[in-house]
Structures are given as C-alpha cells and as structure tokens.
T-cell receptor, first 115, second 114 residues
Framework: DQQVKQNSPSLSVQEGRISILNCDYTNSMFDYFLWYKKYPAEGPTFLISISSIKDKNEDGRFTVFLNKSAKHLSLHIVPSQPGDSAVYFCAASAGSSGSARQLTFGSGTQLTVLP | EPEVTQTPSHQVTQMGQEVILRCVPISNHLYFYWYRQILGQKVEFLVSFYNNEISEKSEIFDDQFSVERPDGSNFTLKIRSTKLEDSAMYFC????????????FGPGTRLTVL
C-alpha cells in the first residue's frame, strides 16, 4: 500500500536554514493532510494540517503547501533548529465529514538539523 | 495541555497469551483509534471507534483483536492469542468531534511477543 509516499528517508540541514520535507499521494479521495513529528520511543506529535480546499497553511515556523493537481504536499520549517531533529510523517485522510477517519501514513523522513 | 495516555509503556508476553493495552483519550474527544508500527515499517491503522461501536477496521484487525470502552475514560485493545508478528508499537489516538480530523496520539505501548 503506497497511497502516501515520502521518498526521502533522510534530510540534513544547517541550523537557521530552511528544511523542506516532501510527500506525494495517489488517492484522489484524500481531502485532509497532516504532518506529525516523532521522536524515538514516543508517539507521533501533531504539527500542522491542511484541508484540500486550501493550498497553504502556516503556523509559526511551519508552513504546509498543498498542490492538488500534482498530488503533492510539502512541509517547510524556517528557520530550522536542532530541536527539530526527528522523524517527520505525512498522513492523509478521506471520508465523510461525520465519520471517524483513518489516517494513512507515509514512511517518514528523518530530519537532522546540524548546529 | 490535555494528552492521550497509554499503559503499560512496555508489555512482554508469551505467544498465545492474551494482552490488554489501555488508553485514556483526551477527555472531550469522541473518536478513538488504534494504530500500530512494526519496527522499520509504517504506522498502520487498526480500528476506529465512535459512539460505543467500531466505525472502521483494517484487514489487520481480525478476530483476535477487540476494542472496548469499558467506562467513560478508558479505551482498550485486546489481543486474544498473541502471535510473534504482533510485536510492535501500539498507538492510541483520539480526535475531538465530527469535522475535526486531527488525531492526537499517545506515547505508545511496546508489545514484545516471545
């Protein structure tokens, strides 16, 4: 099942620079997308989300961009900080507005921010 | 800040034994979920639960698995007869209400089946 793909298993950036994490999806029924951050031995921590009716959502240092025609989303972190070093998961959901929706996760990208 | 809690953090069991993993979702949340992550693999959906019944389940969630909300705060996942391949991190999650799709995850229970 490759409905959500994160093709870069790892990314290294310098502190203060921009981190760009990418995610592609194949299921056109997905209408809500989320980014989670995960440290070892912890659960995924919600970062930011975007609905398919938007193409950008910003929250502090984090911005998510959605390109529906390309079925692509990206997470930008500016400026990157060493504490951002973690595995970042892209997730997507589909379904009716009143339903409990399962999340379909990508395989994750390990971000390392170098001091 | 409210959070999802899970107990135990680590459970070791013998193959064939029953295990119950416990979760306390965020108090005003109405939708509850279980996911698992086998080492080196993706986080996978198991089951969702709303209004005291299963909303959706994956093909992983076979007859060996069951979920229950025994009281107003706990949400449990039972595996009746564990197999070696059930070894994984199990995450509970909850979301607030209809139309709000963000799910908040607990810290996970590491299940080791010997």
């Amino acid at each position: 099942d490759q409905q959500v793909k994160q093709n870069s298993p790892s990314l290294s950036v310098q502190e203060g620079r921009i981190s760009i994490l990418n995610c592609d999806y194949t299921n056109s029924m997905f209408d809500y997308f989320l980014w989670y951050k995960k440290y070892p031995a912890e659960g995924p921590t919600f970062l930011i989300s975007i609905s398919s009716i938007k193409d950008k959502n910003e929250d502090g240092r984090f911005t998510v961009f959605l390109n529906k025609s390309a079925k692509h989303l990206s997470l930008h972190i500016v400026p990157s900080q060493p504490g951002d070093s973690a595995v970042y998961f892209c997730a997507a959901s589909a379904g009716s507005s009143g339903s409990a929706r399962q999340l379909t996760f990508g395989s994750g990208t390990q971000l390392t921010v170098l001091p | 800040e409210p959070e999802v809690t899970q107990t135990p953090s680590h459970q070791v069991t013998q193959m064939g034994q029953e295990v119950i993993l416990r979760c306390v979702p965020i108090s005003n949340h109405l939708y509850f979920y279980w996911y698992r992550q086998i080492l080196g693999q993706k986080v996978e959906f198991l089951v969702s639960f709303y209004n005291n019944e299963i909303s959706e389940k994956s093909e992983i969630f076979d007859d060996q698995f069951s979920v229950e909300r025994p009281d107003g705060s706990n949400f449990t996942l039972k595996i009746r007869s564990t197999k070696l391949e059930d070894s994984a991190m199990y995450f509970c999650a909850s979301s607030e209400q209809a139309g709000v799709y963000t799910q908040y995850f607990g810290p996970g229970t590491r299940l080791t089946v010997l």
